[in-house]
């Protein structure tokens, strides 16, 4: 299938990219960086911003699904993620583009309660603005007309493919460490078989979530926020 991808250049992006290139897959990419992607990938990259609707038009038109993996990164407003759901809502219903796979957090919507108590302190706290754009931007996609599937995984990490993973809605799991690598395969497999359609999925794993994970994982953020 011919794939638009937006965040393609992120960590779970470029995992996203490769495996789908593996696939037999065509992909076009929107990024603000095209020299992220090494010379020679078979990706039809579009240079420019999510927040310019025309990219986003361009960007969308003809393919047969979307897959949106837009994370809050550096020069970007507060609601980036939101606004650029938006524009890529909007193209698509101008498109006739139908599919569209979200990537979004556990701790929204009905996972809320099934994330740790710390998760759920670190969501109202320090990660609040990013969780409330995230809210927002499943909102829109919810309230829109596309055949639309909102996967709502546990921590990421770099680590290599494990294909060990549990995933379904409103499964009594913790937010456990998911590598980034078995996130793409299930967003690709969602695809494929044009699974959770209008459903919103957790993904994760039963590992347990340790001390030097959640250390990872809040100067991960904290990084992320400072760099802004
Ligand atoms: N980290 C975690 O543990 C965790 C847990 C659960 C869910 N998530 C969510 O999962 C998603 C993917 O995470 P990730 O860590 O793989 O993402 P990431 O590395 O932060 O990548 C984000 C992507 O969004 C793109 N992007 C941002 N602003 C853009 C703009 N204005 N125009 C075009 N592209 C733009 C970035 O491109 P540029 O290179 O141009 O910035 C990048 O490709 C995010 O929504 C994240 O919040 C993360």
Known sequence: MELAVFG?????????????????????????????????????????????????????????????????????????????TAHIVTAMERHCVERLVVLTSMGLGGSMCTVPWYVRLANATVLADLMADKARQEEQVMQSELDWTIVRPGGLTDEPRTGEYVHGVDVDVNAGPIPRADVAEFLLWVLENEQYVHEAPSLTTERDIDIPFLWDQATGVVQRLAGR
């Not at 603000?32 to 010379?39: C, H, L, N, V, Y």
């Not at 020679?40 to 393919?63: H, R, W, Y």
């Open 8 to 84: 393609a250049t992120g960590d779970t992006g470029r995992e996203l990219t490769a495996q789908a290139g593996n696939r037999g897959h065509d992909i076009r990419a929107l990024t603000r960086s095209p020299a992220s992607f090494s010379t020679g990938s078979a990706i039809t990259i579009i240079q420019g911003n999510v927040l310019d609707p025309e990219a986003v038009s361009a960007t969308v038109e003809g393919v047969d699904a979307v897959c949106c993996l837009l994370g809050r990164t550096q020069n970007n407003p507060d609601d980036i993620v939101s606004r650029g």
